[in-house]
């Protein structure tokens, strides 16, 4: 009960951070941005998630190679360091990751770099030093103008991620990954909450099909007593 | 020590997953006090005193947070968290855009969604989309949570009458500006607070189809939700949407019509108490987990629920 069994278990990249990817592509090919930065935390195997978005057309990568656990917060501190040496004017996130389900990294990141922040981002476009970000919020939608710069999280309607294609791939292969150790930032990392136990989630009782739509009315009015 | 829970209100009225988050602060057994940011925000303070465990009202009434913006409410926040040991707030789209920004400024790690609160320092949460709940041990001083509101009953609104303190606005750059909302209009009730949910998949195969639920779920008193699947067909929009990256539920009774039941749609839902599937493929996953299911043409067979709703 220690946690989720990963051994040979096929990785991806995060679905949320596809869409990152894509929309900056977007971006860049409307000319609108100049060189898009790729940068991953993690084990040695995340080269091949930055191969990916290097396939998909961002010019290069930054791995901080780590086989420690990077928890959100201190993800925020490390990118905030590489935010601090590259000056980008923009960054794309997920909203959340798959995995931890934490939805917490754009926004701590913003926060450290005093930021403006379009969280859940279903439309984007770059105004002069401008950002209109159109957001998913509980009730529908909002619009918000951002001052550049900027950090976006992208939530699953704001495209289509594309496919690489075997060429790009192949050329992919030759563009540059820098890589990196949490070390080399001077900065404290260690994780602030432990997982004491993973446990399965309570199974539900099998139901029972029932044969007519009188009969399901009948059950959920005398069995179940929930109309 | 105190907890401070940030109220999501509109400028008028409390929203109900405040209420969630208030009774999950109880079981810290400290005082609670809650803070409203907001512009002509009066009526929401006197309403959050009457609140049952509430034991003071902060209000910080200031035109400039009429839209509450996460950049511009984060540093009253911050500036008064030195008094109190855990800050909450709903894991819904309005605490999750704040609270990690308060968390990182506090430089304290955030519990995500918690699920059930073991003691002041440790906390359950779901991962992989539900399919694990992890308890977490936390090693701040301070401590940053926002709380599955489905997971927690309502705090009652009572005679309760809990002292208003007002607090002075602060300077901050305006580094982002609210430009406009379009909020889907609904005479149902809200998805997350709805007693019955009737939702739609890909089954339904186009939003035409969709007033037959409505029609349901007008005689039902529910709630109209969907799948991702029929967001991204564009048949409703998307905050119908149920699962891991849209609202999660939990209402007495969940209707799943042609949803076959993804690991991300059973994340936003597989807790309700009373699960209904209506699908024409017996083999659909979401059978799996209902308690009633009726295999068969959604088009021939919502109608016919209808007919029998209103028979009865």
Known sequence: NTGIELTNVKMSMNPFDEIAVEEAIHLKEANKINEIIIVSIGTKQSQETIRTALAMGADRGILIETDSEIQPLSVAKLLKKVCDQEKPELVILGKQAIDDDANQTGQMLSALLNWSQGTFASKLEIEEKNLLVTREIDGGLETLKLTMPSIITTDLRLNEPRYASLPNIMKAKKKPIEEKKPEDFDIDISPRLTTIKVIEPPKREAGVIVESIPQLVDKLKNEAKVI | ?312
Do not use: W
Request: aromatic residues 6%.
């Open chain 2, 1 to 312: 020590m105190t907890s401070l829970i940030l109220v999501e209100h509109d400028n008028k009225d409390i929203k109900a997953p405040t209420l969630n988050t208030i009774e999950a602060a109880k079981k810290f057994e400290e005082d609670i006090h809650v803070i409203i940011i907001g512009s002509n925000c009066k009526s929401v303070a006197d309403n959050a005193s009457k609140i049952d465990g509430v034991t003071e009202v902060l209000m910080v009434d200031d035109n400039k947070f009429s839209n509450q913006l996460a950049e511009d409410i984060t540093p009253i926040i911050v500036n008064l968290a030195d008094k109190y040991n855990f800050i909450l707030a709903p894991a819904d789209t309005f605490g999750k855009n704040i609270m990690p920004r308060v968390a990182a400024l506090l430089d304290t790690a955030q519990v995500s969604d918690v699920i059930s609160i073991e003691s002041k320092d440790t906390f359950v949460r779901p991962i992989y989309a539900g399919n694990a709940f992890a308890t977490v041990k936390s090693s701040d001083n301070k401590i940053v949570i926002t709380i599955r509101t489905t997971a927690f009953e309502s705090a009652k609104i009572s005679d309760n009458s809990a002292g208003i303190t007002n607090i002075e606005s602060i300077d901050t750059d305006s580094i982002s500006e609210f430009v406009g909302q379009e909020l889907s209009k609904s005479e149902r009730p809200e998805l997350t607070s709805a007693r019955i949910i009737i939702s739609g998949g890909r089954g339904m195969q186009s939003g035409d189809n969709f007033p037959m639920l409505e029609k349901i779920a007008d005689k039902l008193g529910a709630a109209v939700g969907a799948s991702r699947a029929a967001v991204d067909a564009g048949f409703v929009p998307n905050d119908y949407q149920v699962g891991q990256t849209g609202k999660i539920v939990a209402p007495d009774l969940y209707i799943a019509v042609g949803i076959s039941g993804a690991i991300q749609h059973l994340a936003g839902m597989k807790d309700s108490k009373v699960i209904v599937a209506i699908n024409k493929d017996e083999e659909a996953p979401i059978f799996q987990i209902a308690d009633y299911g009726v295999v068969g043409d959604l088009f021939k067979l919502v109608p016919e629920l209808e007919k029998e709703l209103e028979n009865n």
